[in-house]
């Protein structure tokens, strides 16, 4: 007799992506001590951050220079699984397991990526139209924005099939944007805000093509308007 588990596992995909962060933020924190990165221990986590994030100089590389290289290509959707320390890493894979196993238990696995990588590349690209120089973007906040934008899509269709208010579905993202504004003004902020946000935006945006029926609903809206 077969028998449900209490708990519901996590989706594949979310499951692959957190490992990938977790394993590369492991490799950085241990290359980053004198016992296994030696005397360049230090510099580490530095080059990973050099080599793997994003930054507005990257896009200037793409948009004026027509710099097309594999190197510069992959930033855009590597920087979400380079962080600048271990507990940022922490609360970026939490957060992904969480959300995304929410999408990731209605949408398809294929969807689910694609909400994953859509929202980390628009980010990065607002990012780099935005900020200035070579400030770093780096880290799973904007991709996890994006799955918020799901979730926030997926909450909203539902309020509107039971007639409820459909604002209600924004107050997660009007929750965390307060947040970020509180410790903005304590610690100070920077313009990684403007990736997340765009992230939310793009990943509300394309879910009403990729939820389940989402592009049968979105003609069938489209056809009633006069």
């Excluded at 139209?129 to 904007?142: D, Q, R």
């Excluded at 307060?178 to 990736?195: C, R």
Aim: one cysteine or more; hydrophobic letters at 55%.
């Amino acid at each position: 007799m077969n028998q449900e588990s209490p708990v519901n596992p996590i989706p594949p995909v979310i499951m692959a992506l957190c490992l990938i962060a977790v394993a590369v933020e492991l490799y950085a924190t241990a290359m980053s001590t004198s016992v296994f990165g030696g005397q360049r221990g230090g510099a580490w986590r530095l080059s990973v951050v050099e080599n793997y994030a994003f930054s507005p100089a990257v896009l200037d590389a793409v948009l004026s220079r027509g710099d097309y290289d594999f190197a510069i290509l992959r930033r855009f959707v590597t920087y979400p699984f380079v962080h600048a320390s271990f507990t940022q890493a922490l609360f970026g894979s939490a957060l992904l397991l969480a959300l995304g196993k929410f999408v990731g238990d209605i949408f398809n696995p294929l969807a689910t990526l694609a909400v994953f990588v859509t929202t980390s590349v628009s980010g990065a690209i607002v990012f780099g139209l935005v900020a200035g120089g070579t400030a770093p973007l780096l880290g799973l906040f904007p991709p996890v924005y994006g799955l918020i934008g799901a979730f926030t899509y997926v909450i909203w269709l539902r309020l509107g099939q039971t007639g409820q208010n459909q604002l209600a579905a924004f107050r997660l993202i009007g929750f965390l944007l307060a947040l970020q504004l509180v410790f903005g003004l304590i610690f100070g902020s920077n313009l990684t805000w403007v990736a997340e946000l765009s992230a939310f935006l793009v990943g509300f945006a394309i879910s009403t093509v990729l939820a389940p029926g989402g592009w049968a609903a979105l003609v069938h809206r489209m056809r009633q308007r006069p």
